[in-house]
């Protein structure tokens, strides 16, 4: 089993639309939850980070659930430029690991 | 955020070379630095994680000697592909860490080898 697994996507949806994306972790010991935004062929860069108290950004909201260790992203009001692949990040004992990451595409 | 420059961005090697991949923290100190390598629609894999003036710390799986990391300053980290072959083809992208890290990851651009 991976120790951080995500939706397998894509998801393909039209501007507009709320989206939503799940991230699992299996380390109980997990201390900090990030998601990242990758463009193609480009560095992946912070979105936003993850707490229990949930985390809003705009039209991002991000959200933990440590009991059910799974990790969330909604994205509200779909724009063109949300196109990307969204990573969920788990770090703990000093390094992060990846989800596989989910590829949205959003289309006019 | 903090800026994480890396370099080269592209490289295009023969097959028996070796290539060199700088990553530079500009504006912060860099006590640690990670090491990441990803392959097409795969997510990103740690290689190593590096701390300056120590030995880098390598996942299981990965060389050694075909992958060497240095840490010399704290605000400079390279990683050395030996003996480069055309599996070793793929994204590398290094990010850093300063003394205040909370856990959220600066990367660099990322390098796109390419061994012929």
């Known amino acids: 089993r991976k120790e951080v697994e995500q939706d397998p996507g894509p998801f393909n949806v039209p501007e507009g639309a709320t989206v939503a994306f799940n991230c699992t972790y299996s380390n109980s010991a997990s201390q900090s939850f990030f998601w990242y935004r990758q463009d193609c062929r480009k560095e992946p860069k912070l979105l936003m980070s993850?707490?229990?108290s949930g985390n809003e950004d705009g039209r991002f909201t991000a959200q933990l659930n440590r009991a059910s260790q799974y990790i969330s992203l909604l994205i509200r009001d779909s724009k063109l430029s949300d196109s990307a692949t969204y990573l969920c990040?788990?770090?703990?004992?000093?390094?992060?690991?990846f989800g596989d990451g989910t590829t949205l595409t959003v289309k006019p | 955020g903090a800026v994480v420059s890396q370099h080269p961005s592209r490289v295009i090697c023969k097959s028996g070379t070796s290539v060199k991949i700088e990553c530079r923290s500009l504006?912060?100190?860099?006590?640690?630095m990670f090491w990441y390598r990803q392959f097409p629609k795969k997510s990103l894999m740690l290689m190593a994680t590096?701390?300056?003036?120590?030995?880098?710390?390598?996942e299981q799986g990965v060389e050694k000697d075909k992958f060497l990391i240095n840490h010399a300053s704290l605000t400079l980290s390279t990683l050395t592909v030996t003996s480069a072959h055309p599996e070793d083809s793929s994204f590398y992208i290094c990010?850093?860490?300063?003394?205040?890290?909370?856990?959220?990851?600066?990367f660099g651009e990322g390098s796109r080898l390419t061994v012929l």
């Open positions: 993850v707490y229990s």
């Open positions: 990010s850093a860490t300063g003394t205040r890290h909370t856990g959220e990851l600066f």
């Open positions: 504006d912060f100190q860099a006590t640690t």
């Open positions: 990040a788990v770090e703990g004992a000093g390094k992060s690991t």
């Open positions: 590096s701390n300056e003036g120590s030995k880098a710390t390598y």
